[in-house]
């Protein structure tokens, strides 16, 4: 559980967490060359256009910040954290500060344009924006992708297993450490 600190990346969570090896996620992944083609270009560019279309409904400012944090975000399937983006705003002239690249992944997470990896302190962009859905990750530990997962009946599963208890489930992160397809062919 994470303290009731203000922002989104700071409330209070429950982290559904499968293995007992907190440290499974390396920190340096090795780099993997996956085998089938991936246009990243086209990610991000869809990422930006679903945010852009997202803060236009809700009456969102969608500053060059926050739209350049989603980018950074996004330009990966490796969680980023931040500081690393911060690393990189700077060296943009973008942001100097902690707080400014924290407002702006709050902004992001609580219009539900990425996730927070609470295992690794970071961030992913989500392949789902403006939906309501669960967190549930699976997380390669050789290369460091994380691959959102559909997976409705797991989180009713969860929420009914609660419910036998009395306990309602509001908000549930899943992250499952493993070997992505990709790695185990390398």
């Not at 499974?24 to 990243?40: E, G, Q, T």
């Not at 996730?115 to 403006?130: D, K, L, Q, T």
């Not at 959102?148 to 549930?172: D, V």
């Amino acid at each position: 559980m994470v303290s009731g600190r203000n922002g989104a990346y700071n409330r209070l969570v429950s982290a559904w967490q499968i293995g007992a090896n907190r440290d499974l996620v390396k920190k340096s992944a090795k780099v993997v060359v996956h085998s089938h083609s991936h246009d990243h270009d086209h990610c991000v560019a869809d990422a930006l256009a679903a945010a852009e279309r997202l803060c236009a409904t809700k009456g969102l400012r969608f500053t060059p910040l926050r739209r350049r944090v989603l980018e950074l975000v996004w330009l990966s399937h490796k969680p980023v954290g931040a500081y690393a983006l911060l690393d990189k705003l700077r060296s943009e002239d973008l942001g100097s500060a902690p707080p400014t690249v924290y407002r702006a992944l709050d902004f992001l997470i609580e219009n539900g344009l990425i996730h927070r990896i609470e295992r690794m302190n970071a961030f992913v962009g989500c392949s789902h924006p403006g939906e309501a859905h669960r967190g549930f990750f699976l997380i390669c530990a050789d290369c460091g992708n994380a691959e959102e997962l559909e997976a409705a009946e797991l989180g009713e599963a969860i929420a009914g297993g609660a419910a036998k208890r009395g306990f309602t489930a509001r908000e549930m992160t899943l992250e499952v450490t493993g070997v992505c397809a990709d790695c185990r062919k390398a």
